[in-house]
């Protein structure tokens, strides 16, 4: 079912732009973890019900700051809003208020206009359970990239501000106590690279059940394979696994921590801006776990370790 659109009428007459109380509701959205969108006049041709550089932000539960001077226009406008920020990619209208008829309320002036409409996203967050040689690196490169960067690691000797002094939080906790204060958003980004498979398998129980966009965990395919069948035996539905991106990161031959995670932010950027090359992350999955109880055929390579 489409959303109810909210047609509001405006004089043909020039307003005061908002932008400037938009500008402050952008940043309180972001703030919020919250998506909208922004549509700005760019180009007009003749006279419009509004001017140049308008601005209207349409926010995800529907409702609006500012005006690009109401009426279809805006009701239309709204409507490609709500779906640039599902999307999250920007792109252009024109409108020849001339010529379309349905633009005639009665309150156009006539003309044409290009409104642009960009989306408005939350900050990108990358929660790197796990606090040694390859999560330095990963924090050091994913903040690069623009991602906001937690740590969590249960030995406060390698979650501390010395090893990660710009990351957004720095947890020193139990792993399973630190899990109870997160509550990823759609936002949010997992990475799994804990010291061992005990707690890796902790955490990914939790992960798979959270909203987050991405989840990654560290280790071969035997070893992933493994844990999966572990946590399916708990009685995990078995399509939470197929968006694990298991083993973490890109393909490209990396073997270094520095390398590791350059191939994990490579990864993630691609699932942040909605990459539409498929990553075959997960190829294998559904022909080694669907039954638990088949025994573990993945083909050896000599230099995957364990």
């Known amino acids: 079912m489409r959303p109810t659109v909210l047609l509001i009428d405006f004089p043909c007459l020039p307003k005061n732009n908002q932008a400037v109380d938009i500008y402050e509701e952008i940043v309180k959205l972001r703030h919020e973890g919250r998506r909208g969108a922004v549509a700005t006049i760019v180009n007009v041709r003749g006279s419009i019900p509004s001017f140049e550089t308008a601005k ?57 206009l290009d409104i642009f ?35 969590v690691d249960d030995r406060a000797a390698y979650a501390s501000r010395e090893r990660f002094p710009d990351a957004k939080e720095v947890i020193a906790e139990d792993f399973e106590q630190a899990m109870a204060k997160i509550t990823p958003q759609e936002s949010s980004h997992i990475v799994i690279v804990t ?76 699932v942040r801006r909605r990459s539409e090359r498929a990553l075959p992350h997960m190829s294998w999955f559904k022909t080694h776990v669907q039954n638990a109880d088949e025994p573990i055929t993945v083909l050896e390579d000599p230099n995957e370790k364990l």
């Open 56 to 112: 209207m932000l349409v926010r995800d539960d529907g409702s609006i700051a500012g005006t690009i001077g109401g009426g279809c226009v805006e009701a239309e406008v709204w409507q490609a809003a709500r779906e640039v920020m599902e999307c999250e990619k920007p792109r252009t209208l024109t409108f020849n208020l001339n010529e379309n008829p349905k633009y005639d309320t009665g309150l156009v002036c006539g003309g044409t």
């Open 117 to 151: 409409i960009e989306p408005v996203l939350p900050p990108a967050l990358l929660y790197v359970f796990g606090a040694g040689h390859v999560s330095v690196n990963l924090y050091k490169v994913a903040r690069g990239a623009g991602f906001d960067v937690t740590v």
């Open 195 to 270: 010291r061992g498979h005990r707690d890796d398998m902790r955490v990914l129980r939790w992960a798979v059940q959270t909203r987050a966009r991405y989840v990654g965990m560290i280790g071969s395919k035997r070893k992933t394979i493994t844990i999966f069948r572990e946590l399916i035996k708990e009685g995990l539905p078995v399509h939470l696994f197929e968006r694990v991106h298991a083993p973490v990161g890109l393909d490209i031959g990396a073997i270094t921590p520095e390398e590791i995670a350059v191939a994990i932010t490579a990864e993630l950027i691609a």
